[in-house]
Each structure stands twice: as C-alpha cells, then as structure tokens.
C-alpha cells in the first residue's frame, strides 16, 4: 500500500490534480475571506441601524418634554429585555440613574463599544451603545454583540468545514483521476517495454473516448506500424541481400579457384578472368544501388532541385527507349503531348532515372508485342506522369512489395535483375514530395507519378 501510495505520490498526472486542487481552495478560502468580511460589515452596520433606530424611537417619547414619560418607557423596554441582550440607561446631568440597567457613566456620544459588568450577565460580554442627550440627560442604548459573533463563528465553522471537504474530495478526486491517467500511461510504458523487448506486434490499447492521450496512442501506434513494417523489411531485405549476394560471390569463388587451379604456362584463364571481372561488376552495381537509394533518402540531393519540364523529360526517355522496344518486339511512345506548364521541383537527372526504371521494368517483364505508352497530365494542383502497358501486370497483393527493397516477383530469383529498380523510384518520389499509384489498366499496368506542380 505505501508503495502505491509513492507512486502515486510521484506521478505527474497526483501532481497536476494536487496543484490545480491548491489553487482550487486557495481561491475559495480568499473568497471565503472576502464573503466573510463583507457579511461581518454588513451585520454590524444593520446593528447599528436598529440601535440608532431603537434610540430614536425611545427619545421620540420626550418630545413634549414629559420625562416622566421617558423615564416610563425606558424601564419598559428594560424590563422586555430579561436575558440582557439590550441594555438601556438614562441618566440625568449629575450623573445619577434614572432608569435603566447600569449607569452608563464615561461613555462618548454617539457609537462605542463596552464589556458590561452586570448581575445575569456573562463575564466579558461585549455591547455596542449608543449614546446621546435627551432634555438635559443621556440616554444610552446597548446591544450585545453575542448574536453578531455567534454568526460570524458560524461562517467561520462553515467555511472551514467546507474547507475540508473540498480538500479531501480534491485529494480523493485527483488520486482517482490520476490512477486511472497512470493506468494509461502505464499501458504505454508496457508496449514500449514490449516492443524494446523485440515484440513488435504490441499496441497501445485504446479507450475510444478520443482525448488527447488516445490521440498519442494513435500517432504512436501508427509509429510502431510503421516501425515493425520497417523491421519487417529490413529482414526480408538482409534475407534477399544474403540470397542475391551469395550466389554471385559463390560463383565468383568457384571461377577464381578454377583460374588458381588452371593458373600455369601452358593454360589460358582469360575466360575464367572475363566471368570473375563480370560477376564483381554485378555485385558492385548492386551495393551502388543500395547506396545510391540511401543517399537519396537521406535527402543530399535536394540542393540541385531546380524547376523542370516533365514533359520534355519524358519525351527524351521516349526518344531513347524507342528503339531498344522495337528491336525486343514491342512499342513505345509518348501519347499525351507536352505542355508548356507542365513543370515541376525537382532533380532533372533522377527524374529521367525514376521514369527510365520504369520502361526498362516495362521491357524487361513484358511479352513480345506489348504497347508500353508514356503519358503526362494535369490534374488540380498536381502533374502526372504515367508509364502504363499491356503487359501481364502486377496482382494486386504484391503491388506494395515490389517497392521493397531486394523483392522481386519471381521467388526463385532466377531472372535478371536486382530487385531495386522500383526501391530506387519510390526513394526518388519521396525526394520530390511526389505519391506513386499502381494501377490495374486489365490487362497490364500503369505505374502513375503524382507530383505537385512548381509555383512561381
């Protein structure tokens, strides 16, 4: 129990509840305060009407200067007040008493107050009087201050027992809050204990409220999506990079060990060199890949983005892979023609690599006699260019793989080919901001490059 109660002790979310709970009853004790004074004034001034009030009413009685009179009614008001609560005197010039409970020698004129020393009387009683001449005497008028002070102690018991409660509902009130925020955030902290551990399926659970810290569960889950789907790849790609990297450097071992073996006057190795020197060249065309892609996605090379035709590019590429189809049996050309606005923010040089991967992934996949066209167009705020045929295409499980870097539709491997020639494109989109779509043209397939349009 204490060591739950320590924890709780240093959560934030304990901390945060007992500031605002402090600002919380010091704002209603400092409003207490002030209702409180303002209350004490206002009794004493509504006592101070009725004792004012009370005189008049007793002075009144002279008016015809009948003392006789006076003196009558001041005895009958003292004799209505049993319990003492209003003391009354009237005194002539020389001092003595005419009427009244005491003698109310040495009091000023007008308010002041009084501890009345009288039989019936509890010691240290408190009036407030009044005093004033009356034909020659005084007349004094005094009210205890009992009933004034027994409020003002009840506003006091009251605020301080409303103190209290709001003190311990504030604490009771902010360790409920706060244990259920540090279930929460205790539930983040066991995903990513999980996932530091290497169980990279764990999610944050949610509440389906939608407050702020399912906001951040959901940004952070959709972090350790990305996260696992990132791990994810880089097995399949070290799966890949070992499994394309060790049947050339095999080979490359066995054609190096046959050229030791044959190495001697009368032996030619030249053909076994021809085949080594062909096998290194591979392997280092595909570590450039690799680096050239992590160069790419490091971003080094926006300092050269200047504004570029994409029309223009995709009419060079048109130009130079023309040929190459027609002598493989197939065609290509450029169907939509260029337009002067057609400009875009980028990198001319791998821009032209982006769409030259991308109809050399064309020709290498397709049958004789496919149509390969290339295409640029306007849409909103966006330019488009599409390298689309009709060719056997894609199923649409695998669309998002073939981006994976190393990944090739034949399992086998046995095709030519490396495996990053679409990584290298989805790393040059990223470089530009642009957003690549695969899309089925029934049959083959048209690779769609969407890329926001250069402002002035």
Known sequence: MTATWVRLLRSTPFRLALTFAFLFMLAFVLSGAIVYQMMSADLAEQLDDTIRETYSVIAATY?????????????????????????????DAAGNRLAGHFTAAGLPDGFSAFDAVLPGVPPDTEYRAFSGAVGGNTLTVAFSLSETEELETIMLMSFGWATLIITGLAVAGGALLASRVQRRLDGIAATMVDVSHGRLDTRIPLTGKGDDIDLVSIQVNAALDRLSGLVEGMKQVSANIAHDLKTPLNRLQMILESAADKAGPDQDVSGDLADARAEGHQINETFDALL?????????????????????????????????????????????????????????????????????????????????????????????????????????????????????????????????????????????????????????????????????
């Open 63 to 91: 008016a015809d200067k009948d003392l006789k009179e006076l003196v009558e009614t001041v005895q009958s008001h003292s004799a209505r007040s049993l319990k003492k609560e209003q003391l009354f005197s009237l005194t």
């Open 292 to 456: 050239r892609i992590a160069q790419i996605e490091a971003g080094a090379r926006k300092a050269r983005f200047t504004d570029v035709d994409l029309g223009e590019i995709l009419e060079t590429i048109a130009e130079i892979y023309a040929d190459v189809a027609d002598d493989d049996g197939k065609s290509l050309s450029l169907v939509q023609p260029r337009e002067v606005a057609d400009r875009i923010h980028g990198d001319r040089e791998l821009l032209t690599q982006m769409f030259a991967n991308l109809v050399e992934n064309a020709l290498r996949h397709c049958p004789p006699g496919t149509t390969i066209k290339l295409s640029v167009t306007r849409q909103g705020g966006h330019v488009l260019g599409s390298v689309a045929d009709n060719g056997p295409g894609i199923p649409a499980e695998e669309r998002e793989k073939v981006f994976q870097r190393l990944y090739r539709l034949d399992h086998s491997r046995s095709t030519p080919g490396s495996g990053l020639g679409l990584s290298l494109v989805r790393a040059i989109a990223d470089l530009h901001g642009a957003s690549i779509a695969l899309e089925d043209c029934r049959p083959g397939l048209a690779v769609v490059v969407s890329f926001p349009i250069a402002m002035d």
